[in-house]
């Protein structure tokens, strides 16, 4: 059972182009996390998606930044017109389910540069 | 708001020596605490996890933390550790009302000298 995977692990972009950042949720897990790591940082929440939804996007910043989790595919967040601020590592996470037990996995994350 | 304090931003420690990593949430519903070990330019691996019962958890690598609900607290703690042991660690609380999301800490790195 493979983990969670994501790609590209190194990402650079030029300021203005857009990101896209996947990720592939671990067999089975219906419900993917998105998180960002600034430099020197933790790790903040930014969005929890389930299978075609949004569930919380209450760490999104307002512009630039979605998130979707189709039907079939991997997990995208796409980051428009990349500002040299979005430099930073992305890690998704996912988890099978939702209770008392849960925990998340995560993947070995994105790493985005922009010059 | 919720918040996850790590006290010490950087440890640095001699082989052998014991540790100990303060840790304390704001949160006082029900919540799941993690604590993340990540070494230089890898991702997030769970070291231990408390979900209910016995408050000491013991994790990998010989680490193992303690559960304090009246404090709000869950320290980590190893009795030796070693040069391999060099990371930064988080601690992260999820709320059961919240998404499940985990809430970080600000991390502590530590560095193990030979």
């Known amino acids: 059972n493979a983990g969670v995977m994501q790609n590209p692990r190194h990402l650079v972009r030029r300021r203005g182009q857009e990101a896209r950042l996947r990720c592939s949720p671990m067999?089975?897990?219906?419900?993917v996390y998105w998180y960002r790591q600034l430099p020197e940082e933790g790790l903040k929440f930014m969005v929890y998606?389930?299978?075609?939804?949004?569930?919380?996007e209450s760490g999104m910043p307002k512009e630039r930044f979605s998130a979707e989790f189709p039907k079939e595919g991997p997990s995208i967040l796409r980051i428009q017109q990349v500002v040299r601020g979005d430099s930073a590592a992305y890690f998704c996470?996912?988890?099978?389910?939702?209770?008392?037990?849960?925990?998340?996995?995560f993947g070995q994350g994105t790493r985005l540069t922009v010059v | 708001a919720q918040s996850v304090s790590q006290h010490n931003h950087h440890v640095i420690l001699s082989e052998a020596a014991s540790l100990e990593l303060g840790c304390n949430y704001s949160?006082?519903?029900?919540?799941?605490l993690f604590w993340y070990v990540q070494y230089p330019g890898q991702h997030l691996q769970l070291l231990l996890k408390?979900?209910?019962?016995?408050?000491l958890v013991k994790g990998i690598k010989g680490f193992e933390a303690e559960f304090i609900k009246s404090k709000f607290s869950f320290n980590l703690r190893k009795p030796s550790v070693q040069w391999s042991d060099t990371a930064e660690y988080f601690c992260a609380v999820m709320r059961m009302d919240s998404s499940y999301k985990l809430i970080f800490g600000s991390g502590t790195r530590l560095l193990v000298r030979p």
């Open positions: 067999k089975g897990h219906s419900h």
């Open positions: 949160y006082g519903g029900t919540v799941n």
């Open positions: 408390y979900f209910s019962g016995d408050p």
């Open positions: 996470a996912s988890s099978p389910r939702q209770d008392l037990n849960t925990e998340a996995f």
């Open positions: 998606l389930q299978k075609e939804n949004i569930i919380d």
